[in-house]
C-alpha cells in the first residue's frame, strides 16, 4: 500500500479566515474612548483572540505540506506549529472516535489513539479531524485497516 496525505480543508480555513478578518475589522473601527476599563479589556483580548485565528488560517490556506500522512507502518500527525509526531501501527491498541459537544450540539470530533504498554497510562495521540478533508469515519476504517494488516504480519 502507498502513503496517503491528508491536507487541510481549504472551506474551514477560509470560513474561520473570513470570520477572523470581520471581527479584526470590527475591533479596529470601534470607538473605546468613553468605555470602561473592563470592556476595553475584553475588547484587546478578542483582538488578541482573533488575530491567532486570522493567522492560523492564512497558514492553512496557504500550506502545502499534509497534516497527517499514514504509511504502511505509520502515522505521521504534523502540526503547524510543532514538530511532528510519528506513531508506529506495532505500538497503537486501538483506536475511537472523540466527539465534544456543547449543549447537545457537537462542536469537535477526533480520533484518539490508545498506545500499548504505555507506563504512564496516557491515552495516546489524537488526531483532530476538524481541520482536514476527510470525515472522520473514512478516516478510522483506513486506520482500523492499516493496522490490521500490521497486526496480522
Given amino acids: 500500500m502507498a502513503e496517503v496525505h491528508f491536507y487541510s480543508n481549504k472551506i474551514k480555513s477560509l470560513i474561520m479566515f473570513i470570520i477572523s478578518s470581520l471581527f479584526i475589522f470590527i475591533f479596529f473601527n470601534k470607538d473605546l474612548e468613553n468605555e470602561g476599563l473592563g470592556i476595553i479589556i475584553i475588547f484587546y483580548l478578542g483582538f488578541l483572540l482573533f488575530s491567532f485565528g486570522f493567522v492560523y488560517s ?13 504509511t504502511d507502518k505509520q502515522i505521521i500527525i504534523y502540526s503547524l506549529l510543532r514538530k511532528p509526531t510519528t506513531i508506529n501501527f506495532e505500538a497503537i491498541l486501538s483506536f475511537y472516535i472523540s466527539n465534544t459537544t ?28 476538524d481541520l482536514l478533508n476527510v470525515k472522520t469515519n473514512a478516516l478510522l476504517e483506513e486506520l482500523n485497516c492499516r493496522r490490521a494488516i500490521i497486526c496480522k504480519s
Wanted: hydrophobic share 40%; glycine share 8%; charged share 25%.
Fill in 58 to 70: 492564512i497558514l492553512l490556506l496557504f500550506g502545502t505540506k499534509p497534516l497527517l500522512t499514514i
Fill in 102 to 129: 456543547f449543549r447537545g450540539i457537537k462542536t469537535s470530533e477526533s480520533i484518539c489513539i490508545t498506545i500499548k504498554d504505555d507506563p504512564f497510562d496516557r491515552k495516546g495521540n489524537i488526531i483532530n479531524t
